[in-house]
T-cell receptor, first 112, second 114 residues
Framework: GDSVTQMEGPVTLSEEAFLTINCTYT??????LFWYVQYPGEGLQLLLK?????DKGSNKGFEATYRKETTSFHLEKGSVQVSDSAVYFC???????????FGTGTRLKVLA | EAQVTQNPRYLITVTGKKLTVTCSQN?????MSWYRQDPGLGLRQIYY???????DKGDVPEGYKVSRKEKRNFPLILESPSPNQTSLYFC?????????????FGPGTRLTVL
């Protein structure tokens, strides 16, 4: 079945370090891909999305490219800030339906 | 302010005592969904609704019921809660133009079943 696999955390970085959080997926059809972020004590918020192969989603300095050949959607940011500390979820929506599959989440901690 | 609200935010109950968690959105969204979040398992979809009176099962529907009698409300019902339903629950909503639409999440309901 459809699934999303994320790298396990926690990921601890110093401020201004480069961030990569890996995400790979398995899906039938053509899913849309998402990254959501969850700050402590809050619900999830959409960070970025991509709806077809080779699309690049970007927001707040974060980027991810929909790679169909490697079934990946890795999240990157060139210079993280303390305020980026949160849990990041990779997700897909199953093509043609409204079912959503989320990864297990990766906790990011950025130290000043 | 556009938002999804859930009530209660925290609930401690005992096995077998029926409960309802309410969810309401003020964005006129057609699509609404319930998730549970558990450590190491991420978010798993319980039920979703495409519109009034239209609901469908997600990946983990056992032990839950939902109803969608009004567009803005999508309550989650646990008829006979059990300890394995202790979890953090999120309601979400979105427009229904495609499956790539952004979901807006509520603040969560932390449920403990003793």
């Amino acid at each position: 079945g459809d699934s999303v696999t994320q790298m396990e955390g926690p990921v601890t970085l110093s401020e201004e370090a480069f961030l990569t959080i890996n995400c790979t997926y398995t899906a039938t059809g053509y899913p849309s891909l998402f990254w959501y972020v969850q700050y402590p004590g809050e619900g999830l918020q959409l960070l970025l999305k991509a709806t077809k192969a080779d699309d690049k989603g970007s927001n707040k300095g974060f980027e991810a490219t929909y790679r169909k050949e490697t079934t990946s959607f890795h999240l990157e940011k060139g210079s993280v800030q303390v305020s980026d500390s949160a849990v990041y979820f990779c997700a897909l929506s199953v093509g043609g339906t409204y079912k959503y599959i989320f990864g297990t989440g990766t906790r990011l901690k950025v130290l000043a | 302010e556009a938002q999804v609200t859930q009530n209660p935010r925290y609930l401690i109950t005992v096995t077998g005592k029926k409960l309802t968690v309410t969810c309401s959105q003020n964005m006129n969204h057609e699509y609404m969904s319930w998730y549970r979040q558990d450590p190491g398992l991420g978010l798993r979809q319980i039920y979703y609704s495409m519109n009034v009176e239209v609901t469908d099962k997600g990946d983990v529907p056992e032990g839950y019921k939902v109803s969608r009698k009004e567009k803005r409300n999508f309550p989650l019902i646990l008829e006979s809660p059990s300890p394995n339903q202790t979890s953090l629950y999120f309601c979400a909503s979105s427009t229904r133009t495609s499956g790539s639409n952004e979901q807006f999440f509520g603040p969560g309901t932390r449920l403990t079943v003793l």
